[in-house]
């Protein structure tokens, strides 16, 4: 079992181009999102300890809903096996994810965040 420190957000990063589009999105952000979103991503991923595995670093997955910004959306934290790895949500789907580990985003949600 993989045991992790969870980094800062501004350490889950994976090359130049996702650096890039990090930074505009973190200079575009209040400091009030900024301080949540490092919060969530020091959680670590919420799939990874929902099935027993603490502490893996995370990426912050936007979750859908209807016509919602995605800059408005909710986000959990999910390791980048989960989020766009092979049995991630982005290659499987959001049916199949929910299918394959028996839980939703929503409910996923609710675990980092049980105010949502």
Known sequence: M??????PMEMV????????KFQKIKNSMKKQEKENYDRLARFGCVLCSYI???GTPAELHHIRRGNI??????VIPL???HH???T????????????IYGIT???LLELVNPST
């Open 2 to 7: 993989l045991q992790c420190v969870n980094p």
């Open 79 to 81: 390791c980048p096996e």
């Open 13 to 20: 990063r994976c090359n130049k181009k996702s650096d890039e």
């Open 105 to 107: 985003e929503e409910r």
């Open 84 to 86: 766009r790895g092979n």
């Open 69 to 74: 910004p995605r800059k408005q959306a909710p």
């Open 88 to 99: 991630g949500i982005h290659l499987l789907g959001r049916k199949q994810f929910e299918r």
């Open 52 to 54: 027993g595995y603490e």
